[in-house]
DNA sequence: AATGAATGAGGATTCATTCAT
DNA sequence: GATGAATGAATCCTCATTCAT
């Protein structure tokens, strides 16, 4: 049995232990020893196949962000109406597989990597574009012109939810994370109306 | 030039040296003999006076929410009536004093400490809960039972404009992050009145 | 030249070393560099197969014991009579592989590391105790009751000798060793018949 | 009330907290810190009278060279016969001033200093000339020719005793001490009747 | 493909010692 | 006489990274 193809598994079990361990301590210190160790294999082995520290952390970024993004896509798919669509939105930024203690944890890790790395910084920016660009869409047909204020108004509430539930402590709640977003959208409809 | 009384003078530039230093860096991987040199003195001085560069992270730490509350207490004493009072604690979140760029950047950091060091925990528990009941009190002359969930929402709007501030790289907009969050707490009011 | 199994040669190099630049500096204040230096690698490395410096210094200890266990079996097999048995664990004591001058010398620092090491003042008492009871056996077959008594006394002298052998800065004086201790033996032996 | 006169109390409280220091922590890595706080004053003072943490340690160590000396000169005055003077001798070794935990603690790390420090080996060397020749003269009346070997049986079993005692951890047993080196010395004089 | 071996570069911390007051 | 202030030098230890096999 030839080991061909061991690329893909490998790098992404590098890229799930990564995660992992920094949910796990806490921190971006976090040796690639340690990294490696919990994928199965050997330091020189993860170096081999990403190159540096800083590559792994960058793809452990990207898997967050392209897992976010399919959940989006899918939420999206199955969305009725304007309101459903950034309902939609909402929910799914707290969905079982982005909001989990691990992935939040190493969330806020990688703000914390993209403020000395351009290419985390890069991606964080197409992260929170893509989430402005997702609510905007379906928030124009609901309040036409205020929708821009409306779209950060409802990023912001987004990431300090994300960022109260990374220092609780405790296990994530998915529902008080979304009431309290769709909170503040419904109150700005109101307002809207009135 | 007396060589006594040192000690406050040279804890204090110390203190400030790390808030630099961590906003400068964008990183909590400062080292001691940076801060040091900063606030113009050896290392080993440093440590003379703080024993180690966790005491040295965590008097940062209540420096930056000492000044918080100092500013928090002024505003509230000059404020007026049950709104202007939350308005006073929105508008002290982002004053001069703290929204600044390196005491974001450190604050953002020391969030990540939090996750590990139990002292920061401690601190950043004050420092939400200060916030919380700060916004509690004029809120419940204002909305009554509805305070507790108002609380939470612009609790978690503050920290959200915070979280996007220290990424985003420029010089904070203390106008456009009062606006963020007052424009929440209006859309509140009006909800509450329908 | 392979380069797999390193470790066996590299942490009996250390050991070795250890052992050679305490005799030579006199002192425990010999640091990790040093050692691996004499041993032929970095510090790095050094601390990669045993932890720690303290680490390195209880496999010394442990070293030493098993060679003057080894020593001391050999003696006792080739022995004849209890008498001859109790010269052999004496001579054995001060035998060609444990009566050198850097080995000397690093015992009676072990001796002193074992005041602050509980580790150490274990394997310390583990000599203490082997070498009374390899004493207390067959002095038993000599002087019966008074085994004992002798045995302590043995004990003691044994020590004494290293210690003023460890002083003196000259190269070890085997036969004048041997013969301090067997003298007391003799004395014993003549006064127990008396 | 002028501070004159402090310089010989002072030194004196230094020597006495370097032993204690020494004892208490089972090393000679006492810092001059340490010592200087034991016995009430600043380190910088410390070094004032004594130069140099080598000359406090030397000044410790002759402390107790001085006090061992006046107790031999006031066991052997007390003394009468040749045997009476050998035991005067075993006895004042193990007196209640050099006896004591912390000073054969401080002892047995003199012993580890003098293979370093040439002025400690100089001091160690005084000791173990007086100490022999202490035992000779009297044990010339007794044994004659036989006195030298005798002597360095005693004091050889003095040190091992010494150095046992100061690794037993228990609080030392002057009356089990002296009741070995009196029990080779009562075995080496039957053996020289015989 | 995979890894044990190996190291250079750093970083926190300690401490004897000096100096100005 | 006495001390707080101050530091240079040293030491243990960690870690990303490289390399030979």
Redesign the pocket.
């Known amino acids: 049995m030839p ?2 193809g ?2 893909p598994l ?1 790098r992404d079990a590098l890229v799930r232990a990564t995660i992992t361990e920094i949910g796990r301590a806490g921190t971006l ?5 340690q990294i490696a160790r919990r994928a199965g ?5 993860a ?2 196949y990403f190159g ?3 590559q792994i952390f960058l793809a452990a970024m990207r898997h967050i962000l392209t897992i976010y993004g399919a959940e989006i896509r899918g939420a999206l798919a199955a969305a009725d109406g304007h309101e459903g669509r950034v309902r939609a939105v909402i929910r799914a930024s707290f969905s079982e597989g982005s909001f989990r203690r691990e992935v939040v944890s190493a969330w806020l890790h990688f703000y914390v990597l993209a403020q000395t790395q351009p290419e985390a910084a890069r991606l964080l920016r197409i992260y929170q574009r893509r989430l402005r660009s997702n609510l905007l869409v379906p928030l124009r047909g609901l309040v036409g012109d205020r929708a821009g204020q409306l779209a950060d108004r409802l990023s912001a509430m987004i990431d300090g939810v994300y960022l109260r539930e990374a220092l609780s402590g405790q296990p994530p709640d998915r529902a008080k994370a979304v009431r309290l977003v769709e909170g503040v959208l419904a109150a700005s409809l109101i307002e809207d109306a009135a």
């Open positions: 080991k061909v061991m690329e490998r210190d976090v040796t690639v020893a294999m050997s330091s020189a082995l170096h081999h540096s520290k800083e």
